[in-house]
T-cell receptor
Framework: DQQVKQNSPSLSVQEGRISILNCDYTNSMFDYFLWYKKYPAEGPTFLISISSIKDKNEDGRFTVFLNKSAKHLSLHIVPSQPGDSAVYFCAASEGTGTASKLTFGTGTRLQVTL | NAGVTQTPKFQVLKTGQSMTLQCAQDMNHEYMSWYRQDPGMGLRLIHYSVGAGITDQGEVPNGYNVSRSTTEDFPLRLLSAAPSQTSVYFC?????????????FGPGTRLTVT
């Protein structure tokens, strides 16, 4: 039972364009969402997060949108750069005090082409 | 700050052998976790800890033990290795601050069980 789903295993985007990575969840108790970036042979690196009390959070080129009614979130990267090529994981947790207990999606491999 | 460190980086075990994967963090984080990553499955939570002396099971705990005697260390023990435990293991630590947190991941241990 996959509670966090990333239905696109891969995405290719031209440099300078917008990358949109999508994530759906089924557990209505999830109230905190995070995006991680992962390069080969390295651990995941935190990118951006959003609490369920918000519908948007921005950090530089990265923006996360949350649609609670649709149980959907998306990560926008504008403009995309070749260094953004990596696997992106969506993750979620429920309740406070569960900072150690994340449920991850299966990841989307982003390739930014020149 | 070294962040989250994991040793060893690579390990090959024979079926039935036991070993301990080491994890340490120097950020004084309360929360620590162990995940495994398998192809096409994202990261799955094995065990987690919300503080020294407190541990709990995650999604896939069978075949693994943990203990948390200090804030800094969170070792993962494989009791009797099986080929199904071939995976990449990531340790993470996090600090909950109000309504937001992020998990910091170590570089991973690649384990092969033959």
């Amino acid at each position: 039972d996959q509670q966090v789903k990333q239905n696109s295993p891969s995405l290719s985007v031209q440099e300078g364009r917008i990358s949109i990575l999508n994530c759906d969840y089924t557990n209505s108790m999830f109230d905190y969402f995070l995006w991680y970036k992962k390069y080969p042979a390295e651990g995941p690196t935190f990118l951006i997060s959003i609490s369920s009390i918000k519908d948007k959070n921005e950090d530089g080129r990265f923006t996360v949108f949350l649609n609670k009614s649709a149980k959907h979130l998306s990560l926008h990267i504008v403009p995309s750069q070749p260094g953004d090529s990596a696997v992106y994981f969506c993750a979620a947790s429920e309740g406070t005090g569960t900072a150690s207990k994340l449920t991850f999606g299966t990841g989307t491999r982003l390739q930014v082409t020149l | 700050n070294a962040g989250v460190t994991q040793t060893p980086k690579f390990q090959v075990l024979k079926t039935g052998q036991s070993m301990t994967l080491q994890c340490a963090q120097d950020m004084n984080h309360e929360y620590m976790s162990w995940y495994r990553q398998d192809p096409g499955m994202g990261l799955r939570l094995i065990h987690y800890s919300v503080g020294a002396g407190i541990t709990d099971q995650g999604e896939v705990p069978n075949g693994y033990n943990v203990s948390r005697s200090t804030t800094e260390d969170f070792p993962l023990r494989l009791l009797s290795a099986a080929p199904s435990q071939t995976s990449v293991y990531f340790c993470a630590s996090s600090y909950f601050a109000g309504q937001s947190y992020e998990q910091y991941f170590g570089p991973g241990t690649r384990l092969t069980v033959t």
